[in-house]
């Protein structure tokens, strides 16, 4: 069975801290996203991998930065906290273009005091 | 995730009826189609998808039909059951080099006993 799995449910931290979430997929899947999910917009699109050790921006990037130095394995970073980026993150993970379903993790609900 | 909901349109349904959400998509030449389930405190769940090169496409008592002309995608789901309520989205990929993908905001099936 398909498993994406995330750190952490819920995070609080305060501005200014640095912030590690940490995406892991059992299913070999060369292609990782990270989403944020807010309140009366869909998904937006923060980074992507299209597998080890490659990163392109997506639709913003703004405040992050990511890390896959393993193929399971897709970290995103929020190296200052702000309040702005409290939300809901989602992790995703596909097989290699051809097979388009992306497969979702929980989400990490993270609070930025 | 609880707080995505609170902007959402909400479709109200007896359970055993049929459910039809509705998204209008955003750019023609969009290439594929798919249809999320978002329960809360999960992540997205893929349900069905569909290429621009059909009209309608079933699975397991959902369907999806594409209407190109107008832009506008549905999701039916046949004897709608109490598990099926949720955040319904669609989204839409655009091909252009490389693959981007524009999430709708969703609409909250509530299913009533």
């Known amino acids: 069975d398909v498993k994406v799995t995330q750190s952490s449910r819920y995070l609080v931290k305060r501005t200014g801290e640095k912030v590690f979430l940490e995406c892991v997929q059992d299913m070999d899947h060369e292609n990782m996203f990270w989403y944020r999910q807010d309140p009366g917009l869909g998904l937006r699109l923060i980074y992507f991998?299209?597998?080890?050790?490659?990163?392109e921006k997506g639709d913003i990037p703004e405040g992050y930065s990511v890390s896959r130095e393993k193929k399971e394995r897709f970290s995103l970073i929020l190296e200052s906290a702000s309040t702005n980026q409290t939300s809901m993150y989602l992790c995703?993970?596909?097989?290699?273009?051809?097979?388009?379903?992306?497969?979702f993790g929980p989400g990490t609900r993270l609070l930025v005091l | 995730g609880e707080s995505v909901g609170l902007h959402l349109p909400t479709l109200s349904v007896q359970e055993g009826d049929n459910s039809i959400i509705n998204c209008a998509y955003s750019n023609s030449a969009s290439d594929y189609f798919i249809w999320y389930k978002q329960e809360s405190g999960k992540g997205p769940q893929f349900i069905i998808d569909?290429?621009?090169?059909?009209d309608k496409r079933q699975g397991q008592r959902v369907t999806v039909l594409l209407n190109k002309t107008v832009k506008h995608l549905s999701l039916q789901i046949a004897a709608t059951q109490p598990g099926d309520s949720a955040v319904y989205f669609c989204?839409?990929?655009?091909?252009?080099?490389?693959?981007?993908?524009?999430f709708g905001t969703g609409t909250r099936l509530k299913v009533l006993a």
């Open positions: 569909i290429r621009s090169n059909m």
């Open positions: 989204a839409e990929r655009i091909t252009s080099g490389t693959y981007k993908y524009i």
């Open positions: 995703a993970s596909k097989e290699y273009a051809a097979q388009e379903t992306q497969y």
């Open positions: 991998s299209y597998d080890v050790k490659m990163k």
